[in-house]
Each structure stands twice: as C-alpha cells, then as structure tokens.
C-alpha cells in the first residue's frame, strides 16, 4: 500500500466522522478530545501515556496488565546498570526464541507483510535505526550514525538526509549479520555502563537525525528496550499468522 501523508488537522473539531473500518497508522492524538464516539470492536495500539476513557486513566491499568501477563516487562525499568544489563539479557533471549522460530519458516515469508505491518526483515532493519538513534547517535555522539539499511517509518521523507538508502533492499543474512552487531554494541554500552554515566546528559549533534533534545543515558536505554520489546511482540503476532499459511 503506497503511502500518503494525510491532512494536517491540529485544533480541529471533527463531528459525525465515519471511521468504521478505517485503520489510522502513525496518527497524533496529542491532547486531543474525543466525545460521544464508538469503540465497538475497536483494535488500539500505541504510546498510552495520560489517556482517559469515560473519565478513568487506562494507562496504569493497561500497564498493570501487561505486567500480569508478561512479568518481565518490568525489568526493561530498571534504573541501575545491574538491572539495565539484566533487561538487556532477557531481551537477548526472547528475540533468540523469536529468531528460531521465525527460521523454521521459509524464508521469502520473512519478506512478507502481515496486515500491512513491517515484514520480520523490516522490523529487524526498524530496530537496527533504533539502535543508530538512541545509541549512536545520542549515546556516543555520533555524527553520521545511520546505517543505510535502516528503516524509519513513513514521517521520514528525506531518509537520504541521514544517509538511509530508501531503496535498500538486504538479504536476510546481511540484516542478520548487522543486527547482530548492534546488539552486540548496545550489550557491550550496557556492561560498561557506570552509576554516573547513566546520569549524563546526551545532547544530539546538530546533523539530520532522531532524537533532537537531550535525554539522559538511562533514558536513551529505556528507549532501546522498550524499542527492542514492543518490537518483539509485533514480530511474534505477526509469526501467529505467518505459522498457519
């Protein structure tokens, strides 16, 4: 499905909208309101942070129930290095089940899109330019930190200003091989990772590129985990689906 940028409707009071059946992608819903709608059947996903539904905030009842059913989530917020370096491990296991599994199927399926959603390549290629931003680029400082397979959702619309190649197209060895190599790099940060260094300050530089405001390290490492997990549990859904064609 080719992409098109859609209207830009901030401060818009929008009323008798149909959006039955429509699949919003990548939308802002910042500070919007939204009255008298219908959520029958509705599928949501995304960055739930401060959202009321009729007057109750879900967000720490979403949250508590991941964390029911998946209790490893709550070492990705981890605060020390000791806790980081453990985050980092059960990451490491969970994308080494998911690796196996997705190599039992053959492979031009690894190519293939479910529900219009990055391929099992794309998402490795997606957290490859994951790793550039918050890694590279913030962490270490790096000016040129992009790799030019990595990919970036649609809002980017001038990948080549980073030095991506939006015309890449790796083999599933090649992105194997990188991923492998930037997890590799962040395991490595994670180990060296000291109680101060996790309180510093990382400014980005001023070439093209993601982030554009300081984070602390710690905050960036949240950001890799959270990346490399949410992520993960995309690539297992779409396995669900893959595994019964």
């Keep these: ?39 029958h059947n509705a599928d949501i996903s995304g960055d739930i942070e401060g959202l009321r539904l009729n007057g109750v905030d879900v967000a720490p009842l ?38 196996a599994r997705a190599r039992k199927l053959p492979e031009p399926m690894l190519y293939e899109r479910v529900d219009d959603e990055w391929s099992f390549v794309e998402t490795l290629r997606h957290l490859v330019l994951a790793t550039d931003c918050w890694l590279r680029r913030m962490v270490k400082g790096m000016d040129r930190p992009y790799h030019p397979w990595g990919l970036a959702q649609p809002w980017l619309a001038d990948p080549e200003s980073w030095g991506i190649d939006p015309e890449a197209s790796p083999s599933l060895k090649e992105v194997l091989k990188l991923r492998r190599e930037r997890m590799d790099e ?18 980005p530089p001023d070439s093209p590129g993601q982030p554009t405001r300081d984070h602390t390290v710690r905050a960036c490492i949240h950001v890799i985990l959270n990346e490399e997990w949410e992520h993960n549990c995309y690539a297992k859904r779409d396995l669900d689906i893959l595994d019964t064609q």
């Excluded at 830009?8 to 009255?35: C, M, Q, Y």
């Excluded at 980081?84 to 089940?97: F, G, K, P, S, Y």
């Excluded at 962040?186 to 400014?203: F, N």
């Design 1 to 39: 499905m080719p992409y098109e940028k859609g209207p830009a409707l901030p401060g818009t009071r929008l009323v008798d909208v149909d959006f039955s059946h429509a699949r919003l992608h990548a939308p802002n819903f910042e500070g919007a309101k939204i009255t008298d709608a219908w959520f």
């Design 186 to 203: 962040v395991g490595k940060s994670i180990d060296a990772v000291t109680a101060t260094e996790l309180e510093r300050i990382c400014v």
């Design 62 to 99: 979403v949250m508590t129930e991941l964390d029911r059913r998946y209790p490893e989530r709550a070492k990705l917020r981890a605060a020390d290095s000791e806790g980081l370096a453990d985050a980092w491990a059960m990451i490491e296991d969970v994308w080494q089940a998911t690796l």
